[in-house]
């Protein structure tokens, strides 16, 4: 069956320090991953996603992930962090087939001035 | 991208009674889906929204509780029904298309059920 991880429930870093949030998934065949963040009282907002092609993607608002396929990992990186990156953050893996997403448990940030 | 409008997208509702949430896209899209974010928890996904027939429901989710209804490609509706105080979440409305690898989702909607 289909699952994601997410380690780190919270995390907190101070403002201009790098990041990372790690992602680890369990999927038979080549995933569709995605990492999606959620502000207080906001609606979710796709960052990044990765299909094909380079294992490095780009991100909006200075994230990128890797795509590590013998890790089974797609972790989420920022050289650093803003304040206003301080949110909920989410990893999620979708069967191609019918888009139906299967989220990880989600990793809060805060950002430390 | 699709622009995906929910209403409503707050509301406090009464013990025992039920409230239709709307999920209006800006353009044709082929999968809608319903997710549930009950607090401080990560989104699981309650059910597809097929259009012209029964929604497909997740485990733990049945028609009785949250009946779907998606007359065309751009517009679904999800009710939650009998509400209790373990239904006060946020419901989202997803939506994606067959092959174009980007799924969307709505602001989300806020129930509190008293």
């Known amino acids: 069956a289909q699952s994601v991880t997410q380690p780190d429930i919270h995390i907190t870093v101070s403002e201009g ?7 680890n998934y369990s999927y038979g065949a080549t995933p569709y991953l995605f990492w999606y963040v959620q502000s207080p009282g906001q609606g979710l907002q796709l960052l990044l996603k990765y299909f094909s092609g380079d294992t490095l993607v780009q991100g909006i608002k200075g994230f990128e992930a890797e795509f590590k396929r013998s890790q089974s990992s797609f972790n989420l990186r920022k050289p650093s962090v803003h304040w206003s990156d301080a949110a909920e953050y989410f990893c999620a893996v979708a069967s191609g087939a019918t888009n139906k997403l299967i989220f990880g448990t989600g990793t809060l940030l805060a950002v430390q001035p | 991208s699709a622009v995906i409008s929910q209403k409503p997208s707050r509301d406090i509702c009464q013990r025992g009674t039920s409230l239709t949430i709307q999920c209006q896209v800006d353009s044709q899209v082929t999968m809608m889906f319903w997710y549930r974010q009950q607090p401080g928890q990560s989104l699981t996904l309650i059910a ?20 779907i209804s998606r007359p065309n490609l751009t517009f679904s509706t999800l009710t939650v029904s009998n509400m209790s105080p373990e239904d006060s979440s946020i419901y989202l409305c997803s939506v994606g298309g067959r092959g174009s690898n980007t799924i969307y989702f709505g602001e989300g909607s806020w129930l509190t059920v008293v």
Do not use: H, W
């Open chain 1, 17 to 23: 320090a790098s990041l990372e949030l790690r992602c």
């Open chain 2, 48 to 67: 597809t929204a097929n259009q012209g027939s029964e929604a497909t429901y997740e485990s733990g989710f049945v028609i009785d509780k949250f009946p």
